[in-house]
């Protein structure tokens, strides 16, 4: 198997190859990354692969440093909440 | 199939342990009360806890601590259950969840 | 609704929990695992007067004393969102909601991955996923291991695993590539491993005292770059070699090392096989930050602290009112520091919530996280210091400016 094939984001399965690739032709920051290639947006919410998704826009030159921020936006849920409790929490 | 650590030289024996029976994929198997699900698994020498949806690729336990949902899986019928972060209780049904239609590996 | 609500009961949560029950707020502590302790649990050391600290022990300890003082417990049971409404922190959960005025998030840190071909095979797991499988459950993680990945983490946990009678075949680098460019460099991963061990008071001469003063330092000094590698409790670490790749069918058979340069550059046709039947991959720890993002807490990216940590004051409030913060949260560091900050968090929100006469009692408990991280057994970052001065000069930076603000307007 060669690095290329090499998944990054499990939940997705995206690849190292697709994640390079994209960040070489969009020149884009760790979230458009993300959202073009769905990396971390998996059952996981991305907690297992957020910084390696990070680490290639950085080394792309891609992704503008957010000193002040995290690069990764996060939303709730942040753990996958069934149908059934989501009706019990809106009530 | 992996082992328990019975005895340990600073941890000690394992202290109050309590068998219980619980089937993984309609299979019968035994385990310790109150242990992770996951550990019971690979006490008993299970790895692959369940397939990815799309590809089908085996998966198993990945960060034992509930963050990374690699080890989800069916219990008593709930779906998305972390075998990691769940306590194994008697008459459990466990089951692997998986890419629709691929050939489940020998049941 | 609870005076207090701490996410989180590894050693920081259970320590703010006992502090503010014993100020006499009622709290409640919520953890997503079946048990108190967090990574406290799996830790498993000898320290430097030769006994041993035993995290399992510890988080009994910490757990049987918070209960004693009436604090409740919630496990099994995982936060998916918080949000301050009418004055009030809400914490939504799948168990139900629940509402305080005093919000401590604890929840530790999550382990960053360095990749590598046929990862995702059963049998490969993160470093610490085999720790707690083999001290907190007592099941082997496998016959036979490799760890991907050299650093302070991975060699404590290769000890504990050795401890266990787990056999681990070698500890060695991943491929360098975009992601493990630092973890597959040789050079790099021996001088920052040299740069823990140089420093005046060492903290990994100190943790594992005897074993690692004998085996560790002394093999680092004496094979500088060591082409066939050197052994610790018996265990080849490998700094000249990476692993280009996991095999196995449907399942973990074994792993592809190669041997590298200096530079982290794979010799061509220098590929051999080692069989093994578990993989641990060992990247290094990262602030789990989810909850405080999700309230609205400004970040600081700080390098020293392992990654993007909330803005907090030395008292761990942040600049949101009445939420807290302590432990791995703030910045990747041992439990003993991340207790001690559990210790003046607690005190804070005592004081938030109404409670007089702590001042003294606060201060006291900040020069303890202080003469904490001076003393500690086990450190991950040697820069440490420099993450938490930057922090805290962020911290003022942001007071002044605010009471500025307030002048103006006022």
Not at chain 3, 110 to 124: D, H, I, K, R, Y
Not at chain 3, 189 to 208: E, K, N, Q
């Amino acid at each position: 198997m060669n690095e290329n094939v090499m998944i990054i984001c499990r939940c997705e399965e995206v690849t190292y190859h697709e994640l390079v690739s994209t960040a070489t032709k969009y020149k884009c920051s760790a979230r458009e990354l993300k959202l073009r290639t769905r990396a971390g947006m998996g059952y996981c919410g991305g907690r297992t692969c957020r910084t390696m998704v990070e680490k290639i826009a950085q080394s792309m030159g891609t992704n503008t440093p957010t000193e002040t921020n995290i690069s990764l936006k996060v939303q709730p849920p942040i753990r996958p909440v069934s149908f059934e409790n989501l009706g019990r929490i809106s009530k | 199939m992996t082992e328990r650590i019975i005895d340990h030289p600073i941890l000690g024996k394992m202290e109050d342990v309590n068998h219980v029976t619980f089937s993984f994929n309609n299979r019968v198997y035994k385990g310790l009360e109150n242990e992770s699900l996951a550990a019971a698994l690979l006490a008993n020498g299970i790895r692959t806890l369940r397939y990815q949806e799309e590809s089908g690729s085996p998966r198993g336990i990945y960060c034992n601590i509930g963050h990374c949902y690699e080890c989800r899986v069916t219990v008593n019928g709930q779906p998305g259950i972390r075998a990691c972060i769940t306590p194994l209780k008697e008459g459990m049904t466990v089951e692997s969840s998986g890419q629709l239609k691929i050939k489940e590996k020998e049941v | 609704m609870f005076k207090a609500i701490i996410i989180g009961s590894g050693p920081a949560g259970l320590t703010a929990a006992i502090t503010c029950a014993e100020n006499g707020l009622d709290v409640l502590v919520i953890d997503e695992y079946m048990s108190a302790g967090g990574r406290l649990l799996g830790q498993l050391y000898e320290q430097p007067d030769g006994s041993w600290w035993n995290g399992l022990r510890e988080s009994k300890n910490l757990y049987t004393t918070a209960i004693s003082l009436g604090v409740k417990f919630h496990f099994n049971t995982s936060v998916n969102n918080i949000e301050k409404r009418n004055n009030r922190w809400v914490v939504y959960t799948e168990k139900g909601t629940f509402y305080t005025e005093n919000l401590l998030l604890a929840t530790g840190a999550a382990e960053s991955p360095v990749p590598v071909p046929g990862w995702t095979l059963p049998g490969v797991m993160s470093v610490g996923a085999a720790q707690v499988m083999t001290n907190v459950h007592r099941v082997k993680p496998g016959k036979r291991g490799v760890i991907i990945g050299v650093n302070v983490l991975s060699s404590v946990i290769a000890m504990e695993l050795h401890l266990a009678g787990v056999e681990i075949a070698c500890l060695t680098l991943p491929k360098m590539n975009s992601i493990a460019n630092k973890e597959g460099n040789p050079s790099q991963v021996l001088d920052s491993l040299l740069h823990v061990s140089h420093m005046a008071t060492s903290p990994l001469i100190r943790y594992g005292s005897k074993l690692l003063k004998n085996d560790f330092i002394k093999n680092l000094g004496i094979h500088f770059y060591p082409k066939k590698g050197f052994k610790m409790w018996n265990t080849p670490i490998q700094l000249r070699k990476a692993v280009i790749e996991i095999y196995g069918k449907d399942e973990v058979e074994g792993v592809v090392v190669a041997a590298i340069k200096a530079n982290g550059e794979v010799v061509p046709g220098s590929e051999e096989r080692i069989q093994a039947d578990f993989v641990c991959i060992a990247g290094g720890l990262y602030p789990l930050v989810e909850l405080a993002a999700l309230a609205g807490c400004p970040f600081f990216l700080v390098e020293e602290l392992g990654g993007h940590v909330p803005l907090h004051s030395e008292k761990m409030e942040t600049p949101l009112e009445g939420l807290f913060v302590a432990g791995n949260i703030t910045g990747i560091e041992g439990a003993k520091v991340a207790a001690a900050q559990g210790r003046t968090a607690g005190l804070a929100m005592a004081i938030h919530s109404g409670i007089k006469g702590l001042d003294t009692e606060i201060r006291h408990s900040m020069d303890m996280v202080k003469q904490t991280r001076e003393s500690a057994d086990i450190q991950f970052h040697p820069e440490i210091e420099v993450g938490r001065k930057r922090i805290l000069r962020e911290w003022e930076i942001s007071q002044t400016s605010k009471q500025n603000h307030e002048a103006l307007m006022g």
